[in-house]
């Protein structure tokens, strides 16, 4: 097959199949994004009916922490462990030997999900004061988060096992039902918010538990759709529970493989809890709101860091691992080098957006019911100080697979420790001046450190050969980001946002009328510089 040449570099098409890639990509982008719009419609429901309070402070603490467990154990360290060992086991050892390490994996992956709920229960107290010890300001405030706390925890053993399968439907390619998944969660949380809550109000019942239950009815879907999804492909794992089963499973090489992987990722990823677990620590100590206020913007962050960085990070850890198990340096290369040049050229127009038009996104979809001008400012600033960063944030996903797909978990780890301690040193500086904005500003400078640090590592052992052409590409998404802030400035200010809350349509047309203008305008400035975005795409 002939080599495709675009802006100035070249790559044999056998090296990757970029339609296979852009397809897959395209796909888990497209679930993500109807994942962050029901997110945002639940956020939406959250911020008209309890606004900032203490109690949206309470569910926020108490929903974080099972989802720090699940971060830790689930979507982080198991994912990173399990995935590049089934990837590689699959290209190896064949279909059915890779079933029976599922197998096992399952079944010792149950047992230690039951302990843990059990003890996150008992421990919720301990586990709130750790978190937000701030919330005991309030009293009512803090029993709340720990009553909550201990009838969500559960929701960890849900979405591991959904982390398990969906590290299987991934390298089975089969990207759509993990993908999905999450639009459960919110469907069933704004069901509860639209249904639920009124109700407990009527009834005497503190209406914000309402948002526990949607939780927890959402992660048992989440589960449930995944057993007719891994049956179709003949992996539906079968349990082994027995004393005699649970010894042949540690027993096994591969498992304990995943074991000894866990322990450097499990610190790894302990990194990042730690420092959420700091920052909503400190935010806790901070004016009442401040905790709703950056989770309102790490709602809206979200959107382009799970719909780029999410999405590249899942299609492209199973094709790296497999990769590095056939010794093909030149693909791994290759598919690295793809996906940072979508992080460039899609990340860098995001992190202006947020940097520039935050407010008019903030009012148009938070700015109803009990959410007030103050809380629209306040959580304008937060976003602005994630945009500051989205940029490493995404390339983080892209970059991390490289050493994960490799079995290499110790690199990253060594590279977060350092983020870690930089991080917290910038929010001395940062917090006092800027409040939640700083905790925010502080993690972006640490993901750019991050992001940098990894692209470096993997240039220097090899991992990474970036193909020709980067100079001029990079120079023509500049150009078209200089077109693109001068843009959005001048939206930005166009309109009175907070004063049109009266028309809501009125300011809703607005906000999608410029913000179609600024797609326009960024893709007609990178034609103009001579980019050709779906040739760049599809190379």
């Known amino acids: 097959m002939a080599p495709l040449h675009f802006i100035g570099f070249s790559l044999a098409a056998a090296t990757l199949p970029p339609v296979s890639l852009i397809k897959s990509v395209s796909t888990v982008s497209l679930w993500t994004l109807a994942s962050r719009v029901t997110g945002l419609a639940r956020e939406l429901l959250v911020a008209a009916a ?238 009442t709101g401040s905790v709703s206020w950056l989770t309102y913007a790490d709602r809206l962050m979200e959107f382009p860091t799970a719909m780029l960085g999410v999405a590249l990070g899942v299609v492209l850890m199973p094709q790296l691992a497999g990769a590095r198990a056939k010794d093909d340096a030149a693909g791994y290369s290759a598919l690295l080098d793809w996906g940072l040049r979508i992080v460039v050229l899609l990340a860098v127009p995001c992190s202006i957006g947020l940097l520039t038009f935050s407010k008019p996104i903030v009012s148009v979809l938070y700015h109803y019911g009990a959410f007030s001008a103050t809380d629209v400012q306040q959580t304008t600033w937060a976003l602005m100080g994630w945009g500051a960063g989205l940029v490493g944030i995404v390339a983080i996903k892209v970059l991390a697979p490289g050493y994960y797909a490799s079995q290499d978990i110790k690199t990253p780890v060594r590279i977060a420790v350092v983020v870690l301690i930089a991080t917290q040193l910038m929010n001395l500086a940062l917090v006092p001046i800027f409040k939640q904005a700083g905790l925010s500003l502080s993690i972006s400078l640490g993901a750019m450190l991050n992001a940098g640090w990894l692209l470096v590592g993997l240039m220097r052992r090899g991992s990474f050969q970036p193909l020709a052409g980067w100079g001029r590409f990079l120079l023509q998404v500049l150009a078209a980001a200089a077109v693109l802030v001068v843009y959005l400035l001048w939206a930005a200010g166009l309109v009175d946002w907070v004063a049109l809350r009266a028309q809501p349509w009125l300011r809703i047309g607005w906000l999608t009328l410029l913000m179609g203008g600024a797609g326009v305008v960024y893709f007609g400035a990178l034609w103009a510089a001579g980019l050709n975005v779906r040739q760049f795409l599809r190379r």
């Open 50 to 287: 309890f606004g900032a309070s203490a109690m949206t402070d309470a569910f926020n603490v108490a929903f974080r922490i099972p989802n720090l467990f699940r971060r830790l154990f689930a979507e982080g360290a198991f994912s990173q462990a399990f995935v590049p060992v089934l990837a590689a086991s699959k290209a190896r050892d064949g279909e059915e030997s890779t079933k029976l390490l599922v197998d096992k994996v399952a079944s010792l992956l149950a047992c230690a999900l039951v302990l843990t709920c059990m003890v996150g229960v008992a421990a919720a107290p301990l586990l709130v004061w750790a978190m937000a010890s701030g919330l005991q300001k309030d009293p009512a405030g803090y029993d709340a988060a720990v009553f909550m706390t201990r009838f969500m925890f559960p929701y960890i053993g849900f979405m591991s096992l959904v982390a398990l399968s969906s590290g299987v439907l991934n390298t089975w390619k089969r990207f759509a039902v993990p993908a999905a998944t999450p639009v459960l969660l919110n469907i069933s949380s704004i069901a509860a918010a639209w249904l639920l809550v009124p109700w407990f109000r009527e009834q005497g019942i503190q209406p914000i538990y309402a948002m526990a239950v949607g939780v927890m009815v959402g992660g048992l879907l989440q589960l449930l759709v995944q057993i007719p999804a891994l049956n179709r492909i003949g992996m539906l794992p079968r349990f082994g529970l027995t004393v005699t089963a649970l010894r042949e499973a540690m027993a096994d090489p591969e498992t304990r493989r995943i074991g000894k992987l866990m322990l450097p990722a499990l610190l790894g990823v302990s990194v990042a809890q730690i420092s959420l677990l700091i920052n909503t620590q400190i935010a806790s100590h901070l004016p």
